[in-house]
């Protein structure tokens, strides 16, 4: 909990990231769409979500 704010703040970075290339796969960066609107910046993309929890999988955990 001590590191969260470094944390979220490497979690929005990369959310960034990825909207900004998904919007670019999607040809959004040369057509318009309002959907997917120009994000540059960290405190854009916040402005577009919030950030509730984070669940991490279990991968080798199995039931019985």
């Not at 909990?1 to 990825?18: D, G, I, P, R, T």
């Not at 994000?39 to 955990?61: A, F, K, S």
């Amino acid at each position: 909990m001590k590191n969260w704010n470094k944390l979220q703040q490497n979690f929005v970075q990369k959310l960034l990231e990825y909207y900004q290339q998904t919007r670019y796969e999607l040809g959004y960066d040369i057509a318009f769409n309002e959907n997917y609107p120009l994000v540059e910046t960290t405190d854009q993309i916040l402005e577009m979500i919030e950030l509730d929890r984070i669940v991490v999988p279990y991968g080798n955990i199995r039931k019985g």
